[in-house]
């Protein structure tokens, strides 16, 4: 069903003013996790008005450690629904159980399947019972084919929306988080009609080099792309050193427009 055997034409996301995988270039932006809502809401602000058309934020958080802050949970999603209010802009976060697939479905526009969470075969089926847009991220360690493989246990349900995100896989390299691979990109689009995004923040891992790689990513063909902002990284509760603050996000979109227009 992920496959183009069947559809030759591309699936396009349509979230009403918002399409993903047409010929719009998508750029989701925000903080790694939701910390309060005053600083969610002037992120908001800034990244709506520097083009990005979506909102991102977990207030549900995998992270690597249990001792680590692990999110607002209901409370961070309340203050996603309020920077939707504030921007009009659109919500995607993620959900990291099946216990809050419905909780997650009554906040956000569009679930997100983190890394961590690619193969948990239930997760997939339950959010492929909604009808909601799914970003499935890549596992860390997945191939391109079990990674289309988890997207068909999203569609099997009946939901077609799905988005994949290519954030980086796990190899030998270790001067940055995780390596991008960008030949994802037209490999997906050789064999799948699904829309592809790429997350360039944990990809690198480092603020420093998101600029070239979300450059490199729209020259690839990406439909959009994925980036952690943050107000003040240093202080940032998760991610910090891979986020970019708001000046930097906004050049950086204005970089993408020239990019994209070159292609
Ligand atoms: C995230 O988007 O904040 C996140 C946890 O990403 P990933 O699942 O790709 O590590
Ligand atoms: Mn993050």
């Known amino acids: 069903l992920a496959s183009n055997e069947l559809q030759q034409t591309p699936t396009i996301i349509d979230l009403g003013d918002v399409k993903i995988g047409g010929n719009e270039i998508v750029v989701m932006a925000g903080p790694c996790a939701i910390e ?33 802050f692990q999110g607002l949970e209901e409370d961070g999603l309340k203050i996603m629904v309020a920077g939707r209010e504030a921007t009009g802009l659109k919500l995607v976060t993620e959900v990291v159980d099946t216990r809050d697939v419905e909780l997650v479905n009554k906040y956000t526009d569009i679930f997100q399947i983190g890394a961590r969470n690619m193969q948990n075969f ?18 860390l360690s997945a191939t391109i084919e079990e990674w289309l493989m988890a997207a068909e246990y999203i569609i099997a349900e009946g939901n077609q929306n799905v988005i994949l995100c290519e954030r980086g896989i796990r190899t030998y390299e270790t001067m940055t988080r995780n390596t991008l691979d960008l030949s994802a990109i037209p490999v997906i689009k050789e064999v799948s ?23 490199g990513a729209i020259a690839t063909g990406a439909d959009g792309l994925i980036i952690e902002v943050h107000l003040n990284p240093p202080t940032a509760l998760c991610d910090g050193p891979q986020s970019l603050r708001p000046e930097r996000f906004g050049t950086l979109m204005d970089e993408l427009r020239l990019v994209a227009q070159s292609i």
């Open 193 to 215: 009609h699904l829309p592809i995004i790429v997350d360039p923040s944990h990809a690198t891992g480092n603020w420093k080099y998101v600029p070239a790689l979300a450059k």
């Open 36 to 68: 309060n809502e005053k600083d969610f809401i002037t992120t908001a602000v800034s990244v709506k008005n520097s083009g990005a058309k979506i909102l991102r934020g977990g207030a549900f958080k995998p992270r690597s450690s249990p001792y680590a």
């Open 122 to 139: 239930r997760l997939l089926s339950e959010v492929g019972m909604t009808n909601k847009p799914v970003l499935l991220k890549r596992g």
